[in-house]
């Protein structure tokens, strides 16, 4: 059984321009959120979400910042116009439904690199 | 005030000490406690996964959780270099997680 699966590992991008990261959930997971790492900050909760349904964005800024985890395919964190603060390590976690929904797998995480 | 608060350490022990690690909280809406051990540049890894108060045994590893004191602990026995990692608690209202933000620990061989 694959874990959860994040592409890109690394990703550099300019300031202003957008940043598509991506997670494939564990096989027979429903649950995905996003996190953010900054050094001495520790796992910063972004957004929830189960296929097609966003349950949960409170941790997501108001703006430029975006989450989908459509029908079919991988959830996807969308940062447009992304600037240095937004440098930082994108983890995705999945959890399955039903008897332990709140057992969270991570994946490797994307290390986002604004120059 | 943080939701979850840990020690960052760092912590060195030598190979076979007793480690013992903490978090403490405010929230007590918190039923889900939960122990990742995240090496340099991957994921956290689930550890432990605890409900409400009490203890649970894995192999080395203990977790305890003490609602009333808002306190939980993660102790490993016999530590190995192998377990040289940072450590994160986690805690879940049901809704969202929060984790503190880490024990960077070191067993010496």
């Known amino acids: 059984n694959a874990g959860v699966m994040q592409n890109p590992r690394h990703l550099v991008r300019r300031r202003g321009q957008e940043a598509r990261l991506r997670c494939s959930p564990m096989k027979g997971h429903s649950h995905v959120y996003w996190y953010r790492q900054l050094p001495e900050e520790g796992l910063k909760f972004m957004v929830y979400?189960?296929?097609?349904?966003?349950?949960?964005e409170s941790g997501m800024p108001k703006e430029r910042f975006s989450a989908e985890f459509p029908k079919e395919g991988p959830s996807i964190l969308r940062i447009q116009q992304v600037v240095r603060g937004d440098s930082a390590a994108y983890f995705c976690a999945s959890s399955p439904q039903g008897l332990y929904p709140y057992e969270q797998y991570f994946g490797p995480g994307t290390r986002l690199t604004v120059t | 005030q943080k939701e979850v608060e840990q020690d960052p350490g760092p912590l060195s022990v030598p190979e076979g000490a007793i480690v013992s690690l903490n978090c403490t909280y405010s929230n007590s809406a918190f039923q889900y406690f939960m122990w990742y051990r995240q090496y340099s540049r991957k994921g956290p890894e689930l550890l432990m996964y605890t409900y409400s108060s009490g203890n649970k045994e894995d192999g080395r590893f203990t977790a305890q959780v003490d609602k009333s004191s808002k306190y939980i602990s993660l102790f490993i026995r016999d530590s190995q270099p192998s377990d040289s990692a940072t450590y994160l608690c986690?805690?879940?209202?049901?809704?969202?997680?929060?984790f503190g933000t880490g024990t960077s620990l070191t067993v010496i061989p």
């Open positions: 986690a805690m879940s209202d049901g809704n969202q997680f929060y």
């Open positions: 979400l189960q296929k097609e349904n966003i349950i949960d």
